[in-house]
């Protein structure tokens, strides 16, 4: 029962165009949701996140969208560059305590020169 | 000036070996994790613990033993592993706070042969 999903398992796309992310949760009490880059051979890398209040939080080229009553997140990189291909992981955790994050399956971006 | 870091990197041993994975945060963090990262990249975890108590206990085989000496420290102790114990072991960290992102060491690829 994933109950974090990430559907595209990869995505390709050219320096200097956007990225978009996307990932869907099935449980409504998730009320963080936090992004992940993972190059190989490493670990995870906190990216960004956003808390259930929120609709939209932006650091720099990376914003992070919430539709809570689609359950739906995304990520925008904007604009993309060679560096952020990674494998992006969506986590979120449920009742305000980050102790237990759910994982999705991740996806590999790929940024083309 | 490593943030979270475990060894060994990889480790390769037999069927019903009993082996141990280190890990150790300088971040100054109170809780730290240990998550699973199986064949099919699911990153799962395992255990939690916050100032040497466990607060999460995930379905896993009583094989694993977690210990913390101190806050610093969680320790992965893993007795007859089995095949099925293959995959990438990270240890986590994160301050027990709302809302607090967790940060990973690299990881541990643990095969057994």
């Known amino acids: 029962d994933q109950q974090v999903k990430q559907n595209s398992p990869s995505l390709s796309v050219q320096e200097g165009r956007i990225s978009i992310l996307n990932c869907d949760y099935t449980?409504?009490?998730?009320?963080?949701f936090l992004w992940y880059k993972k190059y190989p051979a490493e670990g995870p890398t906190f990216l960004i996140s956003?808390?259930?209040?929120?609709d939209k939080n932006e650091d720099g080229r990376f914003t992070v969208f919430l539709n809570k009553s689609a359950k739906h997140l995304s990520l925008h990189i904007v604009p993309s560059q060679p560096g952020d291909s990674a494998v992006y992981f969506c986590?979120?955790?449920?009742?305000?305590?980050?102790?237990?994050?759910?994982f999705g399956k991740g996806m590999k971006l790929t940024v083309n020169p | 000036d490593t943030a979270v870091s475990q060894t060994p990197k990889y480790l390769v041993t037999q069927m019903g070996n009993d082996k141990s994975i280190k890990c150790e945060q300088n971040?100054?963090?109170?809780?730290m994790y240990w998550y699973k990262q199986d064949s099919k990249k699911f990153l799962k975890i395992m255990f939690s613990?916050?100032?040497?108590?466990?607060?999460i206990n995930e379905t896993v085989p009583n094989r694993f033993s977690p210990k913390s000496p101190d806050k610093a420290h969680l320790n992965l102790h893993i007795n007859s592993l089995e095949l099925g114990d293959s995959a990438v072991y990270f240890c986590?960290?994160?301050?027990?706070?709302?809302?607090?992102?967790?940060?990973f060491g690299d990881g541990t690829r643990l095969s057994i042969l």
């Open positions: 986590a979120a955790s449920a009742q305000g305590g980050s102790e237990k994050l759910v």
């Open positions: 449980n409504s009490m998730f009320d963080y």
């Open positions: 971040l100054g963090h109170d809780t």
């Open positions: 613990y916050n100032n040497k108590e466990l607060i």
């Open positions: 956003i808390s259930s209040i929120k």
């Open positions: 986590a960290s994160s301050q027990r706070h709302f809302n607090q992102p967790q940060h």
